[in-house]
Structure formats: C-alpha cells, structure tokens
T-cell receptor, first 114, second 115 residues
C-alpha cells in the first residue's frame, strides 16, 4: 500500500511568483485535502477535493486554487506569493463515505517565500 | 464555526511519568475528534479518533483519550511516557461532508521528555 506522497519537499520562491505543489493520494483514497501549517501553529484547512471538484474551502483567498485528477492526485497552486505564505503545506487523503474515515497525511512541502 | 483549543503550548515530563494533554472543542453535540502527533519535519500521524460510543478511546503507542461532553473536552493521556514520545501533539475536530472530514486543528502542545 503506497502512502501519501508530496513533491517537492522544499522550495524557495520570490514574492509575487506562482507555485504548484503536488500530492499523490494513498491507494484507494478518492478525497484529498490541503492544509497550511505556519511555523509554531496548527494546520489550517485550505480546501478539499472530491470527484475532481472543490468540495469545501477554508478561509483562504482565491489566489489559492487546486486541481484533482482522475487518478485522485491533486495540485495546490498559489498565485502572487506573499511572505506570509511561507509554511509547511500538508496534503491528506481519505475515502469518502461515513465520518469514520481516517485522513492520512503526507510529509509536507516546506515553502519559503523571500 | 468550529474552534479547538489546546491550553498548554509546552509541557515537560520526566520519562516514566504520566501525561495528560488537554483539548477543548467548541462545536457539535456529536463531534468527530482526533489526536495527531507530529515529529520534527514530519507529517501528521493519527494516534486515535472518537466518533461515537465508548467515551474512552484507545489508540496507538499506548495513548488513550476520554471524551467528556459536559466539559467539551477530549484529553489525551498516557500512563508512562517514553523519550520517543517527545513531539508536537495536535487535537482536531472534523466537520463531515459527503467526501469526508474537514479538520479544524488546535494550536498544538509541544511535549518534551526529561531523562
């Protein structure tokens, strides 16, 4: 069973640039969620993708967008990067259905905006 | 809106001592509650979860948590801490939709273990 994998593990971008982060969900999982974890804080929910559509969104501006592909993998795109976007970005995959579902997290992508 | 509070930012315990990490949630008569652990530079690993039924939940690595509706709490406990338990611990509440849970996390408690 393959776990959740994220790429890249680290990257550095300049303010104003755009970035794409990638996530491969665990085998058999059809839901992907993205979280932002600033240094010293708990993760914050960005959005959830299910059936290739955004299915729920947290309090993040539209410059945070995403995609889900037919194989359930997902991308997180951030436009017009700001210094405060520096964080660990976590992807989690799970199966749809009842609430009794566990979300499995990847190791994260550490984004630094300079 | 959901909110999860972990009142203790840092806790230090001696190896072999007991541990209790506090968590308070703010929403839902029947909440979905989780405890995750995060080691430095790592993702999150699920320790245990509560959805319904027995209010005392057993998890991995010898952890347990007790759901108390009257106190809106879901505290994590371990009878004897090991040095390898040093990590950051996050309590979370799930909001269920058709695709699964969207998690609201607390700010975390950093556990340090003294030899």
């Amino acid at each position: 069973e393959t776990g959740v994998t994220q790429s890249p593990t680290h990257l550095i971008k300049t303010r104003g640039q755009q970035v794409t982060l990638r996530c491969s969900s665990q085998s058999g999982h059809n839901t992907v969620s993205w979280y932002q974890q600033a240094l010293g804080q708990g993760p914050q929910f960005i959005f959830q993708y299910y059936r290739e559509e955004e299915n729920g969104r947290g309090n993040f501006p539209p410059r945070f967008s995403g995609l889900q592909f037919p194989n359930y993998s997902s991308e997180l795109n951030v436009n017009a990067l700001e210094l405060d976007d520096s964080a660990l970005y976590l992807c989690a995959s799970s199966s749809s259905g009842t609430g009794n579902t566990e979300a499995f997290f990847g190791q994260g992508t550490r984004l630094t905006v300079v | 809106a959901q909110s999860v509070t972990q009142p203790d930012i840092h806790i230090t315990v001696s190896e072999g001592a007991s541990l209790e990490l506090r968590c308070n949630y703010s929403y839902g008569a029947t909440p979905y509650l989780f405890w995750y652990v995060q080691s430095p530079g790592q993702g999150l690993q699920l320790l245990l979860k509560y959805f319904s039924g027995d209010t005392l939940v057993q998890g991995i690595k010898g952890f347990e948590a007790e759901f108390k509706r009257s106190q809106s709490s879901f505290n994590l406990r371990k009878p004897s801490v090991h040095w390898s338990d040093a990590a950051e611990y996050f309590c979370a509440e799930g909001a269920l939709n058709n695709a699964g849970n969207m998690l609201t996390f607390g700010g975390g408690t950093r556990l340090m273990v003294k030899p």
